[in-house]
């Protein structure tokens, strides 16, 4: 009766060393990825945050000068909160950083439009999103050009995100008073000038 036991606990032996070796590599394995996410991504104090881009243009980069909607990805790293579609905008509405500024990036945001966002919301693949009026400090934004670049680095900085395939805008929850800003019409392409898609929590 002894052989059969003593195998059983020999085979016992060897396939818990063998998990546990496993194990071990397992762990290293976790713990390198983990280490290689955390560096990526990024920690500030106890807090994790996440990379994402914001679009800007840079006369140094863009190959054609009168295409005013080119636009160059520059990283961000933000709170990674399960709305990160709200802090890119938040990111890209404060602008370039100065370093980038030397670095030829250029954008209507800056300081004084970081709390342009009022509200960003996600449905059937539509980013609706509300700004606060700042219309005076964005005055260049309704030109030909300046509206190129403002939709440019807007859309582009949300349409990085799976879930956003088409964005829709209004000032203080009316579409209206941004499209009439923009000299656009209400039509299909704007749900011709819907606010109620605003107004829901």
Same mark, same amino acid.
Request: glycine fraction near 6%.
């Given at each position: 009766?002894?052989?059969?036991?003593?195998?059983?606990?020999?085979?016992?032996?060897?396939?818990?060393?063998? /998990?546990? &070796?496993?194990? $071990?590599?397992? !762990? @290293?394995?976790f713990? *390198?990825?983990i280490?290689?996410?955390?560096?990526?991504?990024?920690?500030?104090?106890?807090?994790?945050?996440?990379?994402?881009?914001?679009?800007?243009?840079?006369?140094?980069?863009?190959?054609?000068?009168?295409?005013c909607?080119?636009?160059?990805?520059?990283?961000?790293?933000?709170?990674?909160?399960?709305? /990160?579609? &709200?802090?890119? $905008?938040?990111? !890209? @509405?404060?602008?370039? *950083?100065?370093?980038?500024?030397?670095?030829?990036?250029?954008?209507f945001?800056s300081?004084?439009?970081?709390?342009?966002?009022?509200?960003?919301?996600?449905?059937?693949?539509?980013?609706?999103?509300?700004?606060?009026?700042?219309?005076?400090?964005?005055?260049?934004?309704?030109?030909?050009?300046?509206s190129?670049?403002?939709?440019?680095?807007?859309?582009?900085?949300?349409?990085?995100?799976?879930?956003?395939?088409?964005?829709?805008?209004?000032?203080?929850?009316?579409?209206r008073?941004?499209?009439?800003?923009?000299?656009?019409?209400?039509?299909?392409?704007?749900?011709?000038?819907d606010?109620?898609?605003?107004?829901?929590?």
């Amino acid at each position: 009766m002894t052989v059969p036991i003593n195998k059983t606990f020999a085979a016992s032996k060897t396939w818990c060393a063998t /998990l546990g &070796a496993m194990t $071990l590599v397992t !762990l @290293f394995v976790f713990v *390198t990825l983990i280490s290689g996410c955390t560096s990526r991504r990024g920690v500030v104090g106890d807090k994790a945050v996440a990379a994402i881009n914001v679009y800007f243009y840079n006369e140094r980069m863009a190959t054609d000068p009168i295409d005013c909607a080119a636009t160059f990805a520059v990283e961000r790293y933000v709170p990674a909160t399960s709305d /990160l579609v &709200a802090e890119a $905008l938040h990111s !890209l @509405f404060r602008g370039p *950083t100065p370093k980038e500024l030397e670095e030829g990036y250029w954008s209507f945001f800056s300081d004084e439009t970081a709390g342009l966002l009022k509200r960003v919301r996600v449905e059937n693949g539509i980013a609706y999103l509300d700004l606060k009026d700042m219309r005076q400090i964005l005055s260049g934004a309704t030109s030909s050009c300046g509206s190129a670049a403002f939709y440019s680095q807007v859309e582009r900085t949300l349409l990085q995100f799976p879930n956003v395939k088409k964005v829709i805008y209004a000032i203080e929850g009316d579409p209206r008073v941004f499209y009439d800003w923009m000299n656009e019409a209400c039509g299909p392409d704007n749900q011709y000038c819907d606010p109620s898609p605003f107004s829901k929590q």
